[in-house]
């Protein structure tokens, strides 16, 4: 069965300061992977995803997310993070047997001035 | 408007009692979902229904039913409400297109409390 694994329960970061958020993987395949952001008080909105091809994806808000097979990983980046950026992650993978998304547990996104 | 809206957004209830979450969609998707979030749990799937007549169970379906009344609505029920449903509930829709290329959007969620 997939997996998503989110090793940061929580991280606080410097507005301006860049961003790095792990995530690793357990698939059989090829995988379907996503990032999640939940905003306070929020649903989930997808930032971007990733099912083929070019393995820097760019996504909304500024963040991109790197796939990287040989790591089993899809991190997600942002250069520089505003204050707004403050929520929780969620990583997700896609089965495509039966079309389910599996999440991440999740990391919390602490911006301090 | 909204384009998934949930009702109510907080519920309390007792242990015992039955209850429903409403979902509605304007977004005319085929697809439905109805998500738990558990603090350091992430989400999990509770049911999924891929058209009007085709409902299927998730991860943690186990106390939990639902209905799917129109292409536009997908409720679900505690049928006997305890304590540890007491989660934030989403639910979520997409369409008909090619496997994952078509987004997951999800609604605003139910805050839930049993006592």
């Known amino acids: 069965a997939q997996s998503v694994t989110q090793p940061d329960i929580h991280i606080t970061v410097s507005e301006g300061a860049s961003l790095e958020l792990r995530c690793n993987y357990s698939y059989g395949a090829t995988p379907y992977l996503f990032w999640y952001v939940q905003s306070p008080g929020q649903g989930l909105q997808l930032l971007l995803k990733?099912?083929?091809?070019?393995?820097l994806v760019q996504g909304i808000k500024g963040f991109e997310a790197e796939f990287k097979r040989s790591q089993s990983s899809f991190n997600l980046r942002k250069p520089s993070v505003h204050w707004s950026d403050a929520a929780e992650y969620f990583c997700?993978?896609?089965?495509?047997?039966?079309?389910?998304?599996?999440f991440g547990t999740g990391t919390r996104l602490t911006i301090i001035p | 408007d909204a384009d998934v809206t949930q009702t109510p957004r907080n519920r309390i209830t007792k242990t015992g009692k039955r209850i429903m979450l409403e979902c509605s969609q304007t977004k005319g998707h085929d697809r439905m979902y109805w998500y738990r979030q558990d603090p350091g749990l992430g989400l999990r799937l509770i049911y999924y229904s891929f058209d009007v007549k085709d409902i299927n169970k998730g991860e943690i379906s186990d106390g939990y039913s639902v209905s799917r009344q129109a292409q536009a609505k997908f409720s679900l029920s505690l049928e006997s409400a305890i304590p540890n449903q007491t989660a934030l509930y989403f639910c979520?829709?997409?369409?008909?297109?090619?496997?994952?290329?078509?987004?997951?959007?999800f609604g605003p969620g139910t805050r839930l409390l049993v006592l």
């Open positions: 979520a829709t997409s369409g008909r297109g090619v496997r994952f290329q078509e987004t997951q959007y």
């Open positions: 997700a993978v896609g089965d495509f047997g039966n079309e389910k998304l599996t």
């Open positions: 990733y099912f083929s091809g070019d393995t």
